[in-house]
């Protein structure tokens, strides 16, 4: 079996959305595993000291924006830029993703919907509904899916991937954890692909 890449991602990320093909096709040449671990970034911001977009200076938030277009550009990928509902509550999608991926299900697939339904569709996934759709467009019975979304199994597991991504020292999404190493950011796929072409050892903190 391949290495195994932890994917600590939100459906509320634009980023994440935008390296979302780009690292399963990075993980597909090399044959490893990726493991989806969807995560609420309040706790992540609360323990590195990141801020949530709208109390981030100006300047940060008008880089940002240049920064979605280039990114836009270069994936090729359609992208609203001040989507209809943003900042929104990821959580319903998040722990969806976290029940599938218990399910040995198309974990990968259905984010791909979430991430379009968000950032291409201006459709809330904090709506049930919405949720609702996604699941059924990848084949999986919503009902029995939702309810386990909203179990303690799932929310606790939520939680540990929380706890999981701050230990590895995630600071954002996406974040890929290769051998230890965490690259931040779907502009550090390239750094990723390279680190699968080296055969390197994880880096580490000096």
Known sequence: MGETIDY??????PWA????????????????????????LSGVF???????????????QACRFIELQRWKDKRGVPLSFKPKFFPTK??????????????????????????????????????????RQGL??????????????EGAEVIGQYQQNQQDAVDAGVIGSPCYVLKGEPFWGQDRIDLLEDAFISGRPGYTSL
């Open 46 to 60: 609360d323990a590195s000291g990141g801020l949530p977009l709208g109390k981030r200076h100006p300047a940060r």
């Open 90 to 131: 990821p959580g319903l999608a998040d722990r969806s993703a976290i029940a599938l991926a218990q399910a040995n299900g198309p974990v990968l697939e259905f984010s791909a919907v979430m991430f379009r339904a968000i950032w291409a569709d201006d459709l809330d996934i904090a709506e049930e509904n919405v949720v």
């Open 17 to 40: 959305y935008l390296g979302h093909d780009a690292v399963r096709a990075v993980a597909e040449r090399h044959g490893a595993v990726l493991c989806a671990r969807p995560v609420d």
């Open 136 to 149: 059924e467009a990848v084949g999986v019975d919503p009902d029995e899916l939702i309810s386990k979304a």
């Open 8 to 13: 600590f991602y939100s459906h509320v990320s």
